[in-house]
């Protein structure tokens, strides 16, 4: 089988994010747990003092001012996988993450905007009553990855 089917990657990053301090500790996470990359959509990524590996400077990092310049820059062939509380979303128990993926979150307040919901190729959620940080949302959706689990 041509090898481009079997290698795996995938990105991560934040819609609108609301605080940049989120940032820092995602793109940590994202650098631990094996991201080929990270990107932000709307608000610009700052130094933070909680990404003490420094991670844009060791893993590319994307800046897209709209939703609508994100999603066409999408890497070919990569499915876009939502992280959003909504009743249409499958459980992150359940999930089985694509070989190639991007990961979308959205901001604490507003999560992903209606029009990032409706492209998503998949929806994920885990059991919370309530949001999370964002932070710690994809974290947990990054460990999950990580785990010895079905691919799609």
């Not at 995938?10 to 609301?18: D, E, H």
């Given at each position: 089988?041509?090898?481009?089917?079997?290698?795996?990657?995938?990105?991560?990053?934040?819609?609108n994010g609301k605080t940049p301090e989120?940032?820092?500790?995602?793109?940590?996470?994202?650098?631990?747990?094996?991201?080929?990359?990270?990107?932000?959509?709307?608000?610009?990524?700052?130094?933070?003092?909680?990404?003490?590996?420094?991670?844009?400077?060791?893993?590319?990092?994307?800046?897209?001012?709209?939703?609508?310049?994100?999603?066409?820059?999408?890497?070919?062939?990569?499915?876009?996988?939502?992280?959003?509380?909504?009743?249409?979303?499958?459980?992150?128990?359940?999930?089985?993450?694509?070989?190639?993926?991007?990961?979308?979150?959205?901001?604490?307040?507003?999560?992903?905007?209606?029009?990032?919901?409706?492209?998503?190729?998949?929806?994920?959620?885990?059991?919370?009553?309530?949001?999370?940080?964002?932070?710690?949302?994809?974290?947990?959706?990054?460990?999950d990855r990580g785990l010895n689990k079905?691919?799609?």
């Amino acid at each position: 089988m041509n090898d481009n089917f079997i290698k795996e990657y995938f990105g991560i990053g934040i819609q609108n994010g609301k605080t940049p301090e989120n940032l820092g500790v995602l793109w940590r996470t994202a650098q631990n747990l094996g991201a080929s990359y990270i990107f932000t959509i709307g608000n610009r990524y700052a130094k933070q003092a909680c990404d003490t590996h420094n991670a844009v400077d060791s893993i590319p990092y994307f800046h897209y001012e709209s939703f609508e310049d994100f999603y066409k820059n999408l890497p070919k062939g990569a499915r876009l996988v939502g992280v959003e509380l909504d009743e249409n979303a499958t459980d992150l128990e359940t999930f089985e993450h694509p070989r190639r993926c991007v990961y979308l979150l959205g901001a604490e307040d507003n999560g992903l905007t209606k029009k990032a919901i409706e492209k998503c190729h998949y929806l994920v959620k885990f059991k919370s009553e309530k949001s999370l940080n964002v932070s710690v949302a994809g974290s947990i959706v990054l460990y999950d990855r990580g785990l010895n689990k079905p691919r799609s």
